[in-house]
């Protein structure tokens, strides 16, 4: 058969990178059970137990599990009903001096929670760096455009200038909240270790002759080997699924920066004031050949309300937890693990293919800004005139009968806004009139914008970047754009 004929997931099979496709494949998941598997015999036997160096050479020289593993397993598992005691099995067919002594003393949470462990902690390895090159590259758009003024909007209705560089410091704050997030998480993942079947470490003390501190050590150096700082105080059968829901939610909350910072570029695009990168030979729509589709943003939004609800699933999995365990967790974590991993990284790839490219219109920002400019204006006339000696209300009021005559133009009768024409036939506003045009001047609209853009690349972000140097370095790491399948 085909690998055409059978259902792949497109989070690995269209979208995700190699890095984390491998990190959660079958390969390296029951690879590191077998690396789990050395480390706890190489524990045991430096605390006194009787295991031969023989069964420790044979263990370590197959520790990566090849296709025949697999089969040999897959097989077993047909009669056992059993994947970790099937994965035992095939292990000790090449390992054989170590067969009697596989598994001792460990339940199949052994095996399973510590190499999720495992796999979390190295897939927010892998998300970090990528997170901050999207930082980085946004950062250069902001700089860029820092005093490009842009309309402002609130309501979705037209509001006080900012500028474009200002706006994509609004997304880049939110991606460092992400980043923060998601570096706490990654610090606060500990071990389960060897804990036994109810988490007692029971029969590791029958192991070792009640002897309370060898089994305390035998935990110490199996973390360790793992590369983590300490395990969980108490645990069950399992780590508490608790640790799974933080994880998730920290990763669904960057899923929703993602729908959030999509569906602000597809407004944009529809606008036609920024674009999203668009390749010479891409098409938009196999109908309307002339159109631009923000496909990219499009994805974003999906893919994030994809990782936002898995959350749910998480929070319904820990909730949903019996005493020291009941297996009701299991299908539905080898499913959302790695989605959400992959969903997150596919995110991370989009939105740095998109920042590498953004196409700015000037033209058209412009425009769109001084259709509405007069209205915005009126904020600055208002307190000029106050400065002159005007009553505020009485201005107030001159505006706001000026500014309904004129909205009505532009509504009923698609005219253009003729504000300004009509401030300057009135009387009232005769003070300001040499200075209108100083007034209508679209930079002293976007008060402290381009400062506040400095002050936080030049303060927040470098900070937070600090640390990711190496990877943001030109041409090396996640700081090559990324090619995206379209």
Not at 328 to 334: E, P, V, Y
Not at 405 to 428: C, H, P, T, Y
Request: aromatic share 8%; hydrophobic share 40%; net charge negative.
């Amino acid at each position: 058969m085909s690998s055409f004929d059978v259902y792949r997931t497109p989070l690995s099979g269209r979208y995700g990178s190699p890095e984390m496709s491998k990190l959660f494949s079958a390969r390296t998941r029951y690879s590191t059970w077998r690396q789990l598997w050395v480390w706890l015999a190489e524990a045991e036997q430096s605390l006194g137990l009787a295991i031969s160096d023989e069964a420790l050479s044979q263990m370590r020289a197959h520790v990566t599990v090849t296709d025949e593993d697999m089969a040999i397993a897959a097989e077993e598992e047909k009669k056992r009903r059993h994947d970790v005691m099937a994965h035992v099995y095939a292990f000790a067919q090449v390992a054989p001096a170590a067969e009697g002594i596989l598994h001792w003393g460990a339940t199949s949470c052994y095996c399973t929670d510590n190499a999720d462990l495992i796999f979390m902690r190295d897939g927010l390895g892998l998300l970090l760096p990528s997170l901050a090159t999207v930082i980085h590259k946004f950062s250069i758009f902001a700089h860029q455009y820092k005093d490009m003024p842009c309309l402002g909007l609130t309501h979705g209705q037209p509001a006080q200038p900012t500028t474009v560089g200002k706006r994509a410091c609004v997304y880049i704050q939110e991606l460092l909240m992400d980043l923060d997030n998601l570096e706490t998480a990654k610090a606060k993942l500990r071990f389960r270790g060897a804990q036994g079947t109810t988490g007692t470490q029971a029969s590791y003390l029958q192991m070792f002759d009640k002897d309370k501190t060898k089994v305390k050590e035998l935990n110490r150096i199996i973390t360790e080997k793992a590369g983590f700082k300490s395990t969980y105080a108490i645990s069950t059968q399992t780590y508490s699924r608790k640790v799974d829901m933080e994880v998730a939610n920290v990763l669904a909350m960057f899923g929703a920066t993602c729908q959030r910072t999509g569906g602000d570029l597809r407004r944009l695009a529809a606008s036609k004031e920024i674009e999203e990168p668009f390749e010479a030979d891409q098409i938009g729509s196999s109908a309307m050949a002339y159109k631009r589709n923000p496909m990219r943003s499009e994805r974003m939004c999906a893919l994030g309300r994809l990782l936002t609800n898995r959350s749910m699933d998480a929070m319904d999995t820990y909730a949903a937890q019996w005493f020291e365990r009941s297996l009701d967790d299991s299908a539905i974590r080898r499913i959302d693990i790695p989605e959400m991993f992959l969903t997150a990284d596919i995110l991370l790839s989009i939105l740095n293919n998109i920042v590498s490219g953004l196409i700015v219109y000037p033209a058209v920002i412009n425009r769109h800004l001084r259709e509405e400019l007069p209205f915005m204006a009126t904020e600055n006339i208002i307190a000029r005139l106050v400065q002159l000696g005007k009553s505020r209300q009485e201005a107030h009021e001159h505006i706001r009968v000026l500014s309904q005559q004129a909205a009505s133009v532009v509504k009923n009768e698609g005219g253009d806004n003729d504000l300004i024409e009509r401030i300057k036939r009135d009387d009232f506003f005769k003070p300001i009139l040499p200075e209108l045009d100083e007034l209508l001047d679209p930079t002293t609209h976007i008060g402290m914008a381009e400062d506040q853009v400095d002050d936080f690349l030049e303060g927040e972000v470098q900070e937070a970047l600090k640390k990711y140097n190496d990877v943001l370095k030109e041409g090396e790491g996640k700081g090559k754009t990324v090619e995206l399948n379209v």
